[in-house]
């Protein structure tokens, strides 16, 4: 038995727990020997800086404000959490708690590393893998809190994975929890690496997307998609693939006051009207902009039976030689005509089969039936070219290129009488790809233009590298050639720089004499406008005169006389 001071001391020397006093400036002044078997520093490293050093970045800002709320004329306790580093430079969870009796602090901390990592373990859903239900509610928190501090808007979807009762029943439950690993899985790939997929039980999962560039329905139509591709493919089971479908209700969240529960309730609400359509739907929760996705939705479902249905068809405009003013071609244009709207232009569908990939069975679709015109045209006589027009989807296809070849084949055109059309921004949103396509399709003999040429300027410098033939100046260059010398001083550029490559120019969108004499001034050699004729169906499209067999006609892609 010692005095009540040695019992003080051997207290302090065996503590289990962390003992500490630390300096109004947070130097401790103090410590315990079980600092250095839980840490791994000596007590002098640790008194030599600041306690905040051996912080986490993370729980320094938390760490000060506890410290601040404490430190007053009065004495206050507090608790918190945070990391400390330790010598081998891991990090150990520390609870602490600290009483300021106005002139120093006297605290104890408890290592408490092992229970947060089974916190862990707990907000993950055994099954899968993914948060759980209480880990992706506090990811919404955290997404809504967010809002505050940048502009746009978080979605939380609820996924509901159809008839996972009959999959139940029929493949047994093993087979439906492969379901659920395959679902969690794949939405977990295909969602951003911010976003968050939890389970929220049975069959339904959280996601939760943030970072929505305005909130508009092209951006929440984009995550739909995402998460219905998760179902696109069967899932391989021990009887065999089964196709699953998944429901999904969406609520938007645009400010940082929304509360998460009520967020939830709304995707709640929305899930179970897409149920009650039927199976792989999508609602929004949102007044304005449910009805908006509703339509870019309902606009997709109708467009895929589009082609079967005979609803697309398409039109063809004169591209015309300044030389003479002969037709010298023509550009295919798509129209849809749609049963209760009326004709649609391609403004009105167009981003929507993009988005979805219809545009590749469209695209080709376009692409034999110019092919079969032509073959009709050239059949009587009459020596022409057709351009068609190409998404950038479509050329990254990896069979783009047998695409044009069978229709060349098919329907017996010489690839030098069609000419793709790319837009300049689809060939630089991944050059290298397109390159390879072009070099393709060069290779096979068609004719490349750039589309809208001029919208992405900096191109001029990518066109050397490029395999193209023929330049489209875009329009809005040519709506204000006669006013606006800028404007006339980039057609000129590009018919010069054309002109030195042994490129094609073609002015789009000529639609007065004004701009027509401009251009003739210019020595543009191809010109395509409404002053020459608007889009029409085949029967109506104005023709080369009909020439004799064996008779020559001047080259097809006259190279520009500007110098
Ligand atoms: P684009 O390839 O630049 O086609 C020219 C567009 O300008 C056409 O619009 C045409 O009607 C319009 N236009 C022609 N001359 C004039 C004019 O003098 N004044 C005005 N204001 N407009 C004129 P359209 O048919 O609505 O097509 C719009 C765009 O849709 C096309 O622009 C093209 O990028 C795309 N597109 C059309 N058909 C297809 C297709 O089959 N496949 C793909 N991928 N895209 C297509
Ligand atoms: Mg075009
Ligand atoms: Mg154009």
């Known amino acids: 038995m010692g005095s009540p001071k040695d019992d003080v001391v051997r207290f302090f020397e065996r503590s289990p727990d962390l003992l500490a006093i630390a300096d109004r400036r947070g130097y401790f002044t103090c410590l ?157 790939e295909r969602l951003r690496a911010a976003d968050t997929v939890g389970r929220f039980g049975g069959d339904r999962f959280l996601v939760v997307a943030e970072g929505l560039a305005d909130g508009g329905a092209s951006g929440i139509e984009a995550v739909i998609e995402r998460v219905h591709g998760a179902f696109a493919r069967p899932i391989p089971t021990r009887n065999g693939p089964v196709t699953v479908t998944g429901s999904v209700g969406i609520a938007v969240a645009r400010d940082p006051g929304v509360d998460a529960e009520d967020l939830l309730r709304d995707a709640d609400v929305a899930l179970r009207r897409a149920k009650s359509k039927g199976r792989g739907r999508a609602e929004v929760y949102d007044a304005a902009l449910a009805e908006e996705v509703r339509h870019r939705l309902e606009l997709a479902a109708q467009l895929r039976g589009a082609l079967q249905r005979k609803e697309l068809r398409i039109v063809f405009q004169p591209l015309v030689s300044m030389l003479d003013g002969a037709p010298i071609g023509c550009e295919a244009l798509l129209r849809w005509d749609h049963p ?145 010398t800028e404007d006339r001083a980039v057609v000129e550029a590009v018919l010069t720089l054309a002109g030195r490559m042994g490129l094609t120019v073609i002015a789009e969108g000529v639609e007065t004499a004004e701009q027509d004499d401009v251009l003739r001034s210019m020595g543009c050699p191809v010109v395509q406008g409404f002053l020459y004729g608007r889009p029409v169906p085949p029967a109506d499209v104005l023709l080369p005169d009909a020439v004799l067999p064996g008779v020559p006609r001047p080259s097809i892609a006259t190279t520009p006389t500007a110098a």
């Not at 809002?147 to 139940?168: E, H, K, P, Q």
Request: hydrophobic letters at 45%; aromatic letters at 6%.
């Open 32 to 188: 315990n020997p079980e600092w250095e078997a839980v840490l791994g520093w000596s007590r002098e490293e640790l008194m030599a800086e600041p306690s905040l050093n051996f912080v986490h970045p993370e729980d320094v800002e938390r760490t000060c404000q506890e410290i601040a709320r404490a430190t007053g004329p009065s004495p206050c306790t507090t608790r918190y959490e945070n990391r400390f580093r330790t010598r081998d430079g891991v990090w150990r969870w520390l609870l602490w708690s600290a009483r300021w009796d106005g002139e120093e602090w006297s605290s104890v901390a408890k290592d408490i590393t092992t229970r947060k990592e089974l916190e862990r373990h707990s907000l993950h859903d055994a099954l899968t893998g993914v948060a759980n239900r209480a880990l992706a509610t506090d990811r919404l928190c955290a997404a809504i809190a967010r809002l505050g501090r940048s502009a746009g808007a978080a979605v939380a979807l609820l996924v509901d994975v159809d008839d996972l009762t009959t999959i139940n029943d029929t493949h047994g439950h093993a087979g439906g929890d492969i379901v659920l690993r395959a679902v969690s899985d794949r939405l977990s």
């Open 340 to 484: 209760s709207r009326g004709e649609l232009l391609p403004g009105a569908f167009l981003r929507i089969a993009e988005d979805d990939g219809l545009i590749v069975p469209i695209g080709a679709w376009v692409l034999e039936e110019s092919c079969r015109q032509l073959a009709a045209w050239r059949a009587q006589g009459h020596d022409l070219w057709v351009s068609v027009n190409v998404s950038a989807r479509q050329l990254a296809q990896l069979d783009f290129v047998a695409v044009v070849e069978r229709a060349l084949r098919e329907t017996g055109v010489p690839a030098n009488a069609i000419c793709l059309e790319v837009t300049e921004t689809a060939v630089l949103r991944r050059p290298d790809m397109a390159r390879l396509a072009l070099d393709a399709l060069r290779r096979l003999g068609v004719r490349v233009a750039l589309d809208d040429f001029g919208l992405g300027y900096s191109s001029l410098t990518h066109l050397k590298a490029l395999p193209v033939d023929v330049l489209k100046v875009d329009r809005s260059f040519i709506a204000d050639l006669v006013a606006s």
